[in-house]
């Protein structure tokens, strides 16, 4: 007698997390990070099915904290919400990290976060914890799920919850109308599983195509069922309340009418991260200098000061400034924290969302979520104003550029040496050049001049960017760092998810795959490059782990290497404690050896000790993870 063929076990997980990522396509997720778990199965496997039918863009890292990262880098680049999946326990607490970075930054991030039934926390079960409320305060929208039962009804709950995740990360309210507090930031989301904590799924991608429910574990099941909101009769607003009075304009009058800002007092504006080229309008409208750190988006323009900091300290420049119009969030300088907190000066802090306003010493009296200024034939004294910070920032940037030596060479004018003296000066010149040693000036500059409008730069927490706010020219193109919280915390993970976001075809595009199974850029041109100190690349050096299968982007890792945490020289106790004991807990020596890390994680390696090696590196051709290791003085 024939046995009976085996039952298809059936898994409500399964059935749930299916449904649920069918929504969220539908809202128009893209990407999805994975951290594997066992608890977090169900949404692995519905992620890695809904890559392979061209609906989503799946990433897979070992590390929580990577992946969270990754995840931002995905977001910050596309401006789309990024999921990032994670089981339960300790994962989750990995992605505080990144949580805090886009609630400070405002960046769409969604955490999936799995977890055991409600009655198993409180009780000791393995790897259990209280997963509700571990990001209390950071997050834009909290939700604590129940067990999926496969009751009726779920699948409504599932189209819900997805589409109030992306909602809030948006900073969006429930009729699409933007809200500027809190505006964009993170999204937690905790969904309890019960065992079977999965079943075989198969996706019929037509269905994505309207509002049918996806077919998936149960062939005809899967997709009709999802757990229901254990929240759902709490208030509809959740953790999206934050303390403190909003705004008393509408979202709506944030965004369509700018209050106008008159000309008069003596003005500077200035541009923090997330100011954007809105900055440099405005102060170009109104005839103003304008003061904009590298990643603030607004870096470029007739009015750009660059040497700000020295400006803002003399005499007959900074003690002159009556009304300081400050856009983002600055953070690369003392000067303008100084500036605003100064008596007699008017502030003026513009942001188009965010909980928190910059505001030194609470000393800024007047915000806005935006403004603008008429353009105009600038005056003879607007001219005089704006010019004198100009030009003197010119002078001050081209006083730090090393000497250089003759210009013009002995050949004359029908292609022949007719001075051999000044050929011979200029070749050796020439040659000096060439060989001279790489400096951090010179590192900087060479990485901008390197960088253009289709690529994408980011800049580490390092004493890199510091020196690039105060040299590079003005010049238009994209640059990231993540300057909400200014951690060195995942910012290799960041650059990768920037360089795949800026480089990869979309979902159902063809892509190629080398011999490994590593799916390979086939579209959109440019490079990334980013630029950062020795210990931030250790900092987050699991991120060069990229796994077969995974998306190889074209990112330079260019790694300025002082052995240690250079930046701390700068503090004031460098000069008073003991020698040794500042080394040691400040910073902190290192010597890896680079080389052999990168051919550990399988990147290409490359160094550069001379300016002439530099260049070469920095124009050849990129066609995969590059570590490029250049060697600095401390």
């Known amino acids: 007698m024939a046995e009976p063929a085996p039952q298809r076990r059936k ?46 863009r ?7 904290r990577g992946a969270a990262f990754l995840a931002l880098g995905l977001a910050v680049e596309s401006g789309r919400p990024t999921l990032v999946v994670t089981t339960s326990g300790t994962a989750v607490a990995n992605l505080h990290p990144a949580v805090l970075e886009a609630h400070h930054s405002g960046v769409p991030l969604i955490v999936l ?85 999965s079943a075989a799924i198969t996706l019929d991608e037509r269905t994505l195509l309207g509002d049918e429910p996806v077919v998936g574990a149960d062939a005809a099941a899967v997709g009709r069922t999802l757990w229901v909101d254990a929240d759902a009769d709490a208030d509809a607003d959740g953790s999206r309340d934050a303390d403190g009075d909003d705004d008393s304009r509408d979202a709506d009058g944030d965004r369509g009418h700018a209050v106008l800002i008159e000309p008069g007092p003596a003005t500077v504006v200035v541009a923090g991260a997330g100011a954007g080229p809105a900055a440099e309008e405005f102060a170009r409208h109104g005839g103003w200098p304008l003061l904009a750190e590298v990643t603030s988006g607004a870096h470029f323009g007739p009015n750009l000061v660059v040497a700000y900091r020295e400006l803002l300290a003399e005499p007959g420049f900074g003690d002159l400034v009556e009304r300081v119009v400050v856009f983002g969030h600055p953070t690369l300088s003392r000067e303008v924290p100084a500036l605003v907190q100064r008596e007699g000066v008017e502030t003026i802090a513009v942001a188009p969302s965010g909980i928190e306003w910059f505001n030194p010493g609470r000393r800024v009296r007047r915000f806005e979520r935006a403004v603008r200024a008429e353009e105009h034939p600038p005056s003879a004294e607007e001219r005089a104003w704006v010019g004198r910070w100009v030009h003197a920032s010119r002078t001050l940037v081209e006083a730090g550029l090393p000497q250089a030596g003759p210009s013009q060479s002995g050949i004359g004018e029908h292609g022949h040496v007719a001075d051999f003296a000044a050929q011979r000066d200029y070749m050796r010149a020439q040659l000096a050049s060439v060989r001279a040693p790489i400096t951090r000036r010179a590192l900087v500059d060479a990485v901008w001049a390197a960088t253009w409008p289709h690529d994408r730069l980011v800049f580490g927490a390092s004493r890199l960017i510091r020196d690039a706010d105060r040299a590079v020219p003005g010049r238009r193109i994209t640059v990231h760092a993540n300057r909400g919280l200014a951690g060195i915390d995942g910012t290799v993970a960041t650059a990768l998810g920037i360089a795949i976001a800026s480089q990869v075809s979309p979902p159902g595009a063809d892509t190629d795959a080398d011999a490994d199974g590593a799916a390979s850029v086939t579209t959109h041109a440019g490079v990334t490059r980013a630029l950062i100190g020795d210990l931030t690349l250790l900092h987050d050096v699991g991120s060069l782990l990229l796994g077969a ?86």
């Open 549 to 634: 299968g995974e998306r190889m982007p074209r990112l330079q890792l260019i790694v300025g290497n002082d052995g240690g945490g250079s930046i701390f020289d700068a503090l004031e106790v460098a000069g008073s404690a003991p020698p040794e004991a500042f080394d040691r807990v400040q910073f902190t020596p290192q010597h890896v050896d680079f080389a052999a890390l990168a051919a550990a994680y399988g990147w290409k390696y490359a160094r550069a000790t001379t300016r002439g090696e530099l260049d070469e590196a920095l124009t050849g051709g990129i066609d995969g993870p590059q570590l490029l290791e250049v060697p600095l003085p401390r």
């Open 113 to 197: 976060s799995a977890d055991r039934p409600a009655e198993l926390r409180g009780i000791r079960s393995n790897q259990t914890t209280m997963q509700p409320g571990i990001f209390a305060g950071a997050v834009r929208l909290e939700r604590d799920v129940v067990a999926p039962e496969g009751l009726p009804g779920e699948t409504d709950a599932a189209a819900r919850l997805a589409r109030e995740a992306v909602t809030a990360a948006l900073g969006r309210d429930d009729s699409g109308a933007f809200v500027p507090h809190p505006g964009p930031g993170p999204v937690h989301v905790n969904l309890q599983l019960r065992e079977p904590l």
């Open 11 to 56: 898994s409500p997980a399964s059935d749930a997390t299916m449904a649920l990522f069918a929504s969220f396509v539908r809202a128009g997720v893209i990407d999805v990070v994975v951290a594997p778990g066992s608890r977090s199965q169900a949404l692995a496997l519905a992620a890695a099915e809904f890559e392979r039918v061209g609906a989503m």
């Open 58 to 64: 799946l990433h897979v890292r070992i590390d929580e």
